[in-house]
């Protein structure tokens, strides 16, 4: 089953930069855990992290392929919250990109500390609440 996924990458001035996963949506928490554990001296430089972040998104895949992973200004195909790297205040933001403001989670923020701290994906008990609720 393919589960499609972003993480988001904010800008110094203001933009955005999605990085596409066609089928490893549920894998981009373990995926930017390892790209922070790599780089802690480019936290504070988004372009160099967006690349490390993509390469660890492309880890183990063909890399000349022509589908499955992309990168844009604007989110593309979504199935989950994705992930939004705050590379200028150091942290780590949660959003959905179909519900914003009312989505349960909307004001998850964590430091890049506190995130790597994290036992498990914090998406997966706001998909165990949806299931319950039967809203998805």
Same mark, same amino acid.
């Given at each position: 089953?393919?589960? %499609?996924?972003?993480?988001?990458?904010?800008? +110094? =001035?203001?933009? +955005? !930069?999605?990085?596409?996963?066609?089928?490893? &949506?549920?894998?981009?928490?373990?995926?930017?855990?390892?790209?922070?554990? +790599?780089?802690?001296? +480019?936290?504070?430089?988004?372009?160099?992290?967006?690349?490390? /972040? =993509?390469?660890?998104?492309?880890?183990?895949?063909?890399?000349?392929?022509?589908?499955? =992973?992309? /990168?844009?200004?604007? /989110?593309?195909?979504?199935?989950?919250? =994705?992930?939004? !790297?705050?590379?200028?205040?150091? %942290?780590? *933001?949660?959003?959905?990109? %179909?519900?914003?403001?009312?989505?349960?989670?909307?004001?998850? !923020?964590?430091?890049?500390?506190?995130?790597?701290?994290?036992?498990?994906?914090?998406? /997966? &008990? *706001?998909?165990?609440?949806?299931?319950?609720?039967?809203? &998805?």
């Amino acid at each position: 089953m393919n589960i %499609r996924g972003n993480i988001c990458v904010l800008e +110094r =001035f203001g933009g +955005r !930069v999605y990085l596409y996963t066609h089928k490893r &949506g549920l894998e981009t928490f373990g995926m930017l855990c390892d790209a922070l554990l +790599r780089c802690p001296t +480019r936290w504070q430089d988004e372009q160099y992290l967006t690349r490390i /972040i =993509f390469c660890e998104m492309l880890r183990g895949e063909d890399l000349d392929g022509t589908a499955d =992973f992309g /990168i844009s200004t604007f /989110i593309g195909e979504n199935d989950l919250p =994705f992930f939004v !790297v705050d590379s200028i205040n150091c %942290r780590v *933001l949660m959003e959905d990109g %179909r519900c914003l403001a009312t989505c349960p989670c909307a004001g998850f !923020v964590w430091t890049f500390e506190d995130f790597l701290k994290l036992e498990e994906d914090p998406r /997966i &008990g *706001l998909l165990q609440m949806k299931a319950k609720k039967g809203d &998805g």
